[in-house]
């Protein structure tokens, strides 16, 4: 018994220990998103709040933001289903981090060494639907409901193109477990998946962008149409958990990319002569963190960038674009690996 | 095996309790002073016209049922991927038929324009 | 009792109740969310029987895929709770005929002396992947069966699509690839400004 303590107290130790830099990294992500896309627009984006009377560029603001939030009233719709209300945002967030179990941080740097790692990923975002649906109805509102729909039917087209990208790379990793998927890149920075795999590995961004419902895929919130879409009616906490579960889906979609398809924590100069051997000693985390920053970038960017797409777009764009293109892949690839196909597959 | 999947049944649990936490708090700490302006659903300032829960396009029906097929089709290629490369062109052959088959399903499922949005 | 059967009878306690309410529940959201949760302590429990790839499909699928349907139909539909009650009576014979013939199967199986041992899990190392198992002979040994299950699929693209979708005349379609097409001759045409000139 005194051994199942300790070992459950180790447990928690290392889920903080993956929480703790999460959530700060969901907390700094919305300030560099606001002065990212500042600067993208030529504007300064927040950059008042300090610590101990010093400005230090705004960064004082996402803690400024949370302490605001929690002293909010939490709105409780008339007519709204009060315990369905309550239990979305928790439906939300709840797969949002316990799928940060299997992600591997280095070579044997994870909490739960899992065989079946990659499906327990895709079975936990598959869960991350009901929060919407569930927030959407419970509302007892025209435009939650609208926006629920919307996102829900957008999100489960997006699942099925996403779910072929993953296929894609068990096939050529030909394990579940994320550990081995990214080992199996090894040998530099030309055998990681990005270029075999390369369709794949656009589609899964692209519905990866889609599936959290960020911008250009964001007609679940569309503000010019359905104001805010499935959380209208969600104000104070309830509607920071939302946020927090959005911005926790983007790391770990940024994650997961770099993993399956550049490589994860291997170093990118592996096997170049010089510049190889210079930078052995730097830790592999390191590389990790560096990739999956460059993609979180990318949705901010994407954010910037793109208008808006029309919902039949979104929806031409997932079933006649993104899955007859991974379908093809698919075949393509298979048949490279049965024939044992150099440099690759050889 | 099992001894694996213990963290992760401790971490849905501090999932759950990450997400019931912050509301807690600001349970507490937020004020509660509802009034009918305020607790009633939004809808750009006018009163509500009619139930929110209204009845949908089929369509979206249809794009559901659409995702349970195709999502069984993944549930099918998820084995297939991680042994194919042992099984050489046998399990090749077996996949595309499969596929294949399915390839007939979905180019149909286009030419009826069932992946038309209006 | 060991720390695994604390965690088997929390999940099966789980199960039997959810299940209970999905049936007892008046709101029919309020039951197919029950039915997901039951759903999903029976995947823990399957994964408790190291039936790995099961376990994360019925959550994929049924949770992640079928009930999101469930979810469409019964939130859309405005279900009419009288009505459904008035086919009550009705079609209770049936119901009633159904669950007499379950459980005497049932019994018939369980009361028939039920061979623990025959039953008892194999107990696996770290290393071992339910996965790979069930690939090795899903595509050799049960290739007939797969490929049947294709035509099921096939079949309900196709059962889906005659029931589900209806031509409406009054619908208007847009065509991307012509929209993209567009150059810019086709819409403007420059003139000159007659006033500017003079």
């Not at chain 1, 909490?111 to 569930?134: E, F, K, P, R």
């Not at chain 3, 199960?15 to 309020?30: C, F, K, M, Q």
């Amino acid at each position: 018994m005194y051994e199942l303590a300790y070992d459950l107290i180790i447990i928690l130790l290392k889920i903080f220990a993956i929480l703790i830099p999460l959530m700060t990294a969901v907390a700094y992500l919305t300030y560099a998103e606001r002065r990212l896309i500042g600067f993208m627009q030529v504007r300064i984006g927040p950059n008042r709040v300090g610590f101990f009377g010093f400005r230090m560029f705004g960064l004082g603001q996402p803690i400024a933001d949370a302490v605001k939030l929690m002293f909010k009233e939490i709105v409780m719709p008339a007519e709204a289903n009060r315990y369905l209300f309550v239990i979305a945002p928790i439906l939300a967030i709840a797969p949002a981090l316990a799928a940060w179990a299997v992600v591997p941080f280095g070579d044997g740097l994870v909490l739960a060494d899992i065989n079946a790692g990659l499906l327990y990923i895709l079975a936990l975002t598959s869960l991350g639907v009901y929060g919407v649906i569930i927030a959407g109805w419970a509302s007892n509102s025209k435009y939650a409901f609208l926006g629920a729909m919307r996102s829900a039917a957008q999100i489960v087209s997006y699942e099925i193109a996403m779910g072929f990208a993953l296929v894609g790379v068990l096939m050529a990793a030909h394990s579940l477990n994320l550990r081995e998927i990214v080992l199996q890149q090894s040998g530099g920075f030309w055998h990681w998946y990005w270029l075999p795999l390369l369709p794949l590995f656009m589609v899964y961004l692209i519905s990866g962008v889609a599936e959290t419902n960020r911008a250009p895929f964001d007609v679940a919130e569309g503000e010019s149409e359905i104001v805010a879409g499935f959380h209208v009616e969600y104000s104070g906490m309830l509607f920071a958990v939302f946020f927090l579960a959005e911005y926790a889906n983007i790391i770990l979609i940024s994650m997961l990319t770099v993993l399956m398809f550049w490589g994860g924590w291997l170093s990118p100069f592996e096997g170049i002569p010089l510049l190889g051997a210079a930078t052995a000693w730097i830790p592999g985390i390191f590389w990790l963190v560096m990739k999956t920053f460059f993609f979180m970038f990318c949705f901010l960017w994407f954010r910037a960038t793109f208008p808006r797409y029309r919902y039949d777009q979104i929806m031409r764009l997932g079933w006649k674009v993104l899955i007859p293109v991974t379908i093809v892949w698919l075949v393509v690839l298979a048949v490279a690996i049965v024939a044992k196909l150099p440099p690759w597959f050889g | 095996m099992l001894e694996n999947y213990l963290p992760i049944l401790v971490f849905i649990g501090i999932g759950i309790a990450f997400g019931i936490g912050p509301i807690v708090i600001g349970a507490i700490m937020g004020p509660h002073r509802p009034d009918e302006a305020k607790t009633s659903p939004y809808e750009c300032g006018f009163e509500a016209f009619e139930d929110s829960r209204m009845t949908f396009d089929v369509r979206y029906y249809l794009v559901a049922i659409l995702f349970i097929i195709f999502d069984l089709e993944i549930a099918f290629l998820f084995p297939w991927a991680i042994v194919m490369n042992e099984m050489g062109w046998f399990g090749f052959t077996s996949m595309m038929i499969f596929l294949g088959i399915l390839v007939i399903g979905f180019i149909y499922e286009w030419k009826k324009g069932a992946l038309e949005w209006e | 009792m060991g720390f695994e059967k604390i965690i088997f009878y929390f999940f099966a306690a789980i199960l039997v109740v959810s299940a209970l309410r999905v049936i007892t529940v008046r709101n029919t959201v309020h039951a197919a969310l029950f039915l997901v949760l039951a759903f999903f302590t029976t995947a823990a429990l399957w994964l408790m029987l190291e039936a790995e790839f099961l376990a994360m499909t019925l959550v994929l699928v049924y949770v992640g895929a079928v009930m999101v349907l469930f979810l469409f139909v019964v939130m859309m539909l405005d279900i009419d709770v009288s009505v459904l009650r008035a086919g009550f009576t009705r079609y209770l014979p049936v119901g009633a005929t159904v669950a007499v013939v379950v459980i005497i199967e049932m019994s018939y199986f369980l009361l028939g002396g039920f061979d623990n041992s025959k039953f008892t899990p194999v107990k696996h190392g770290v290393e071992y992947s339910n996965t790979r198992a069930i690939g090795n002979v899903l595509y050799t040994d049960y290739l007939f069966v797969f490929e049947i299950a294709a035509v099921i699929l096939l079949l309900a693209i196709v059962a889906a699509i005659s029931l589900t979708l209806r031509k409406r005349k009054d619908t208007r379609y847009q065509t991307p690839g012509n929209q993209v097409k567009v150059r810019k001759s086709d819409r403007i045409r420059i003139v000159k400004d007659m006033d500017t000139e003079s």
